[in-house]
């Protein structure tokens, strides 16, 4: 009998850490499986499930698994795996929003910092040495997105002469040879 109990906090366990990785209430879960199927599942339902003192029927199951986005057989999986995989992923998109954010402030400031140097260009003609208004002009007006990319491609490249090997992540170039021999 323990190693049912013990199968039901890992299945409610995966229930629980699939759900918070999606950003849902346990309410707004029973609504969406309510709605979905012949279950009826209500909030404490799910809180049961959950905490492992109530089994989950198949049925269920399938309607949780649609309700979440996931496969069924991800719901009886040693919850470690879930747990990790839903950890990483939520660090993932953490990461993702933090680098938005980044960029859009980034272009918000260079949107600012281009516009002043439109205006100052233009207002200082005559009073400047031509060939700074012309560096000037050509700043404002250069296609720095295009270049950015550019150069993000020539690092791509220039790091994919280096290869990670061996579970240390050791970082060698790629022409080297296992046998300790670079190539000839």
Not at 12 to 19: A, P, S, T, Y
Request: glycine share 6%.
């Amino acid at each position: 009998m323990e190693d049912v109990d013990n199968f039901d906090v890992m299945v409610g366990k995966n229930v629980q850490v699939l759900r918070e990785s999606i950003g849902i209430s346990q309410s707004k879960l029973a609504d969406a499986v309510s709605g979905q199927g012949p279950s009826s599942l209500h909030q404490q339902t799910i809180v049961k499930i959950e905490k492992g003192t109530r089994p989950l029927k198949l049925s269920e199951a399938v309607e949780l698994a649609w309700a979440l986005d996931t496969k069924v057989d991800l719901l009886f999986e040693a919850d470690e795996l879930v747990i990790d995989r839903a950890a990483r992923l939520r660090s993932c998109i953490e990461r993702f929003h933090e680098a938005e954010r980044g960029i859009a402030a980034a272009v918000k400031h260079f949107d600012k910092a281009r516009g002043a140097l439109a205006l100052w260009a233009g207002s200082a003609r005559g009073h400047v040495p031509a060939n700074v208004i012309k560096q000037a002009e050509y700043l404002a007006n250069r296609d720095v997105i295009t270049q950015i990319k550019v150069a993000m491609q020539e690092e791509e490249n220039s790091q994919q002469q280096y290869q990670v090997v061996d579970e240390q992540r050791e970082v060698v170039p790629s022409d080297y040879h296992r046998d300790g021999a670079g190539a000839q």
